[in-house]
């Protein structure tokens, strides 16, 4: 799969370049972790509500985590410090939250991208947006597991996490197996962590992942999620 990297957006243009092409990055060079946060929550505040994570914090601070010390249901648990896959954020919720917005406090050492992957740009026929549109599959989340479909209803977002989403029919097998396809043979953004970087991530539009990290790396981003 073949990654460019991202060049640091004017601040002038920062929503302008999220709704142009899903995602924006703002700079905060020489903020303190402090400096960081309290700059990542005025941008989100900027943008909608804040939304729980699935810790119940309204703000928290991420680390890599090894498969067995992360939480059971999360990408982490089953992935550990190997590459995260593209995922829809909060996507064993029946909405998932609008934007995503990280900021770094430290890109670690070694550092670890954040990867990013516009779902409109797969290429996806009307034949196969109707397929994913159709067809139902199953949503785990615990004794609030659901059924619903990869794309939401008029195409509003697109719901994708190896993690969360299983198969209930041939088709459904079809449908995820279409999507998996699709990503692994997709062209994605890389974004190479400073410290004062913030990303903001439309969810409904762009899938993120995470490159390869290391056990004690450093890494921490702090992450709000919004709805919007």
């Not at 810790?55 to 982490?76: T, Y």
């Not at 719901?159 to 459904?172: A, K, S």
């Not at 999507?179 to 890389?190: H, L, Q, V």
């Amino acid at each position: 799969m073949a990654a460019r990297d991202i060049a640091v957006s004017d601040t002038r243009h920062l929503f302008g370049s999220l709704a142009e092409r899903g995602w924006s990055l703002h700079c905060t060079e020489g903020a303190d972790a402090d400096a960081t946060v309290s700059e990542l929550g005025k941008l989100g505040d900027c943008l909608g509500t804040r939304v729980a994570g699935r810790a119940g914090s309204f703000g928290e601070v991420i680390e890599p985590r090894g498969a067995d010390d992360a939480h059971p249901r999360s990408l982490s648990a089953r992935y550990g410090l190997d590459a995260l896959p593209f995922h829809t954020e909060l996507s064993h919720r029946t909405r998932p939250c609008r934007y995503l917005l990280l900021g770094c406090i430290d890109p670690g050492s070694p550092a670890a991208a954040t990867m990013l992957l516009d779902w409109q740009t797969l290429g996806l026929s009307p034949e196969e947006l109707d397929l994913l549109e159709g067809t139902p599959v199953l949503v785990r989340s615990g004794r609030r597991s659901f059924y619903s479909t990869i794309l939401a209803p008029g195409g509003a977002f697109l719901r994708y996490d190896p993690g969360c989403l299983e198969p209930v029919d041939q088709r459904g097998r079809i449908a995820l197996a279409l999507i998996e396809n699709r990503i692994a043979g997709a062209s994605s953004e890389a974004h190479h962590w400073r410290e004062g970087d913030i990303l903001i991530i439309d969810n409904w539009r762009v899938l993120h992942g995470r490159s390869p990290s290391d056990r004690g790396s450093g890494r921490r981003l702090a992450r709000i999620l919004i709805d919007a």
